[in-house]
């Protein structure tokens, strides 16, 4: 009976240890609006005499000393996509999506389209 105890045991602890570990690994993108005081590591990119801050795949808008989190400016250039983006053919082309938002390579650089 006590090994049967502590068969239990073991699997409530092994249960809730992989549980929290699952948790770890969700990402959570802030929607557009929300504004943050601070970025990891963001890349300033200038379209069309806007600045533009791009970090970890998401695109803010400055606002003060915080920062706004705003759609993808359609036809700006970055030179590396985001970790974890993913190859979608539509209409026979060749793209990569992150988070909603779509690339298409032109040389070296990719390019935020529309699909």
Known sequence: MKSLKLLVIIILLVG???TITA????KVYPKQGTVVTTL????LVVHK????????????KARGRKYMVCAAPVGVK???LPLGNKVVVYG????YAYHGVFYKKKGRSYIVVNV
């Open 78 to 80: 970055v030179r590396q």
């Open 49 to 60: 005499g806007v600045n533009f801050h791009f970090s970890k795949g998401v695109w803010y």
């Open 16 to 18: 809730t240890t992989s």
């Open 40 to 43: 990891y590591q963001p890349r």
């Open 23 to 26: 948790q770890r690994n969700i």
């Open 92 to 95: 026979g082309r060749k793209y």
